[in-house]
């Protein structure tokens, strides 16, 4: 078998290259998502590009949702609307210090 550990022999490591959290991080901790990112690649380890896209579909949420923050977002962004909302209505004041008018600091 002459290609028996390659990437060893070569010094490389394709799978780092793959993995978006999976470089060298400061300190030597893991990255943010590097949990999110792990449970997905282990879902999918083995089945096939098929299978894995429909099985570990929730996992493959979570890191998206890890990486980009689309749901909290959007989620940010309907509560500004509603609280928006309430003001225009009359049922809401929010408090000075949300409006600017906070009290000098010594």
Do not use: N
């Amino acid at each position: 078998m002459p290609f028996w550990e390659l990437q060893r022999q070569l010094g490389i490591d394709v799978d780092r290259w793959l993995l978006r959290q999976s470089t060298a991080q400061p300190y030597g901790k893991a990255a943010a998502c590097h949990a999110f990112e792990r449970e997905w690649v282990e879902c999918g380890h083995g089945l096939g590009q098929t299978r894995a896209r429909r099985e570990c579909q929730p996992e493959y949420e979570d890191f998206m949702e890890c990486m980009h923050r689309t749901k909290l977002a959007m989620r940010l962004r309907t509560i500004l609307e509603q609280r928006d909302k309430m003001i225009k209505e009359g049922k809401y004041t929010p408090p000075d210090y949300h409006k600017g008018k906070e009290e000098p600091r010594p």
